[in-house]
């Protein structure tokens, strides 16, 4: 499976964006062993998930820190 991450900032403007192959058969193992737990918490905490996983996603992707508040990459490589 392919996954593609794409960051906008606050004009909607794209900052950052990354592609990853990810084992599908491994994420749907590893999502039914936690199905039960799942349930029990909710649609709202499950829910929750996505933007967490989403962001760690993200975080574990960039090559180096991210300035959010600059729109750049700390070592002043260019966005795009």
């Given at each position: 499976?392919?996954?593609?991450s794409?960051?906008?900032?606050e004009?909607?403007?794209?900052?950052?964006q990354?592609q990853l192959?990810i084992?599908?058969?491994?994420l749907t193992?590893a999502a039914?062993?936690?199905?039960?737990?799942?349930?029990t918490?909710?649609?709202?905490?499950t829910a929750?998930?996505?933007?967490?996983f989403?962001?760690?996603?993200?975080?574990?992707?960039?090559?180096?820190?991210?300035?959010?508040?600059?729109d750049s990459?700390?070592?002043?490589?260019?966005?795009?």
């Amino acid at each position: 499976m392919i996954v593609k991450s794409v960051v906008l900032n606050e004009a909607m403007q794209e900052v950052f964006q990354n592609q990853l192959e990810i084992d599908a058969l491994a994420l749907t193992v590893a999502a039914e062993t936690r199905e039960e737990m799942a349930r029990t918490k909710g649609a709202d905490w499950t829910a929750g998930a996505i933007p967490f996983f989403g962001q760690e996603l993200i975080t574990g992707s960039r090559p180096t820190e991210w300035c959010m508040s600059c729109d750049s990459w700390e070592a002043g490589l260019p966005l795009s």
